[in-house]
């Protein structure tokens, strides 16, 4: 097992294992994820042979996060369509398997797309599969090339918006490697400012009920070797209060046309409170994860979850189980609410910040430009 508590400044690397990757034994081509529910437990993988196992990896959250969801999705078609299954049946599967990240349904639809034309162009199913395949890889180099450029304009913007240094950021969720083909959105730029000796401290919420935050984002905080420091989300008020926040920085699953962001359940309200306590609120996305046809965040489907994810605490070694295998933590048939994200209206965001650079004020104006430029 790799070292994943290591606190070592010398250690850079976010996480020990890639979040995904393609390979070809000769038994056949496979897709490998470092399954994220077993961490920071254990860096385990696994292995997909074909779609299903996949969109069940998806639903789990095995793999997850708009970035990565997208690249796991054009992945999964190439899967489909080299190992001979029905693309389009795999491509429908896939891209329905969560609603809400848009960048899910643009990376099936990449390969998707590559395999039509590779057969239109009167290529065999072979040429097709190769041509999906291409198109993933592709997609997973662009987000990587995204991640670092994005790491570049959000570091200038911290260092514009605080002069004096010395970051202390508040982040929501997962937003590093374990996201991205690179090193991430918003956990890339507190790298970015790691690195350079500005970062203070990384505030990390502990984004409940899945704890991606307490999981996942300090787990790649600590193999970074970067200050940080975790807090229940009810904690979030008394740390603006105290002065203790400069900035949060958050990904994103979906823009819409107006700029309303959605993202992890949790990070409307810490909007709310930074723009009551004058603190930057800043969203750091891939140009993948604008989407032009969703008018508004009231167009956006927020993905319900099942209740049984707030009301037990999902700990497989604990004897006493409820309906999803975990420990009860509440009364046995209470009902829960759990949506996955929620929306930020634009109007509290200051500033989108791209592999094309950076929106602020968040305008429709502002991103219909960023997009028209990043389309020439
Ligand atoms: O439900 P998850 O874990 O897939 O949610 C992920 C998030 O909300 C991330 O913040 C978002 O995808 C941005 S990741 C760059």
């Known amino acids: ?16 294992i890639p979040a995904i990757r393609w390979e070809e034994p000769p038994e ?17 993988e696994r292995i997909c042979t074909d779609a299903s196992a996949l969109v069940e990896a998806i639903r789990s959250l095995a793999v997850r996060g708009a970035p990565l969801l997208g690249i796991a999705g054009a992945y999964g078609v190439a899967l489909a369509a080299t190992r001979g299954f029905d693309v389009d049946e795999a491509a429908t599967a896939l891209a329905g398997a969560r609603p809400t990240a848009v960048n899910l349904s643009l990376g099936v639809g990449r390969a998707r797309a590559a395999y039509v034309a590779a057969l239109a162009g009167g290529g065999d199913p072979a040429q097709g599969a190769r041509a999906a395949l291409a198109a993933a890889r592709q997609l997973h180099r662009e987000d990587a090339e995204a991640s670092t450029r994005m790491a570049g304009h959000g570091l ?6 605080l002069p004096g240094g010395g970051h202390r950021v508040l982040t929501h ?21 790691h690195r350079a000796g500005r970062l203070r ?13 307490a999981r996942l984002t300090a787990y790649e905080a600590a193999r970074s070797g970067m200050a940080y420091t975790l807090l229940t989300d009810n904690a979030a008020g008394s740390l603006f209060s105290a002065g203790e926040v400069d900035a949060v920085l958050i990904g994103a699953d979906r823009i819409a046309a107006d700029g309303s962001v959605a993202n ?3 990070s409307y309200p810490l909007a709310v409170l930074a723009r009551y306590h004058h603190v930057p609120f800043i969203v750091v996305a891939p140009v993948t994860t604008l989407d032009p046809d969703t008018p508004s965040g009231a167009s956006i489907e927020v993905e319900q979850r099942p209740g049984f994810e707030v009301t037990e605490l999902a700990a497989p070694q604990v ?20 949506p996955a994200f929620d929306v930020t209206p634009p109007e509290l965001v200051t500033a989108i910040v791209t592999e094309e650079g950076v929106v602020s004020p968040v305008t429709a104006e502002g991103l219909a430009e960023l997009r028209a430029g990043h389309a020439r």
Request: contains cysteine.
């Open 201 to 213: 401290r990384l505030w990390v919420d502990e984004t409940r009920p899945l704890l991606q935050g």
């Open 264 to 266: 992890k359940v949790g």
């Open 319 to 338: 004897p006493v189980t409820g309906a999803g295998g975990g420990m009860p933590v509440a009364p046995l048939g209470t009902q829960a609410y759990n």
């Open 173 to 193: 969720c997962n937003t590093g490697a374990l996201v991205s083909g690179g090193e991430g959105t918003a956990f890339a730029v507190a790298l970015a400012a």
């Open 1 to 16: 097992m790799a070292d994943q508590y290591a606190q070592s400044g010398e250690d850079k690397r976010s996480t020990g």
């Open 28 to 44: 056949g081509p496979v897709l490998v994820l470092l399954d994220q529910t077993r961490l920071p437990a254990e860096e385990v």
């Open 156 to 161: 200038a913007l911290l260092d514009e918006l």
